[in-house]
């Protein structure tokens, strides 16, 4: 078994950067492939990053690409999200995924993930 707890969420105005982080125990951390996912309310859970087990591959939706980064460090077993330029549309619950794998494939769909966090609330207000 492997345990994620999100955190750095919060309310932030539009512009404004966030960096969640997502602390993983229970499990070898440097062997898993790591994804961010958000779910706005009422909508269903998209996709907004991942990682690589080496973080030698990332992978972003489009709708962040170029504002938000993602990487990971092995040796603390967390994985970062930096959202710059955050925009209203940004708002969601914000989720950190793992899938134990030494492939470095992009893995972008909720199905790949095995293990996930409880979510930490990101709302950017206008």
């Known amino acids: 078994q492997v345990q994620l707890v999100e955190s750095g969420g919060g309310l932030v105005q539009a512009g404004d950067s966030l960096r969640l982080s997502c602390a993983a125990s229970?499990?070898?951390?440097?062997?898993?492939?790591m994804g961010w996912f958000r779910q706005p309310t009422g909508k269903e859970r998209e996709f907004v990053a991942t990682?690589?087990?080496?973080?030698?591959?990332?992978a972003y939706a489009d709708s962040v690409k170029g504002r938000f980064t993602i990487a990971r460090d092995n040796a603390k077993n967390t994985v970062y999200l930096q959202m710059n330029s955050l925009k209203p549309e940004d708002t969601a619950v914000y989720y950190c995924?793992?899938?134990?794998?030494?492939?470095?494939?992009?893995?972008?769909?909720?199905?790949?993930?095995?293990?996930w966090g409880q979510g930490t609330q990101v709302t950017v207000s206008s």
């Open positions: 995924a793992a899938r134990f794998t030494y492939s470095h494939y992009s893995y972008t769909e909720r199905n790949d993930y095995n293990y």
């Open positions: 990682i690589s087990w080496s973080g030698g591959s990332t």
């Open positions: 229970g499990r070898t951390f440097s062997s898993a492939a």
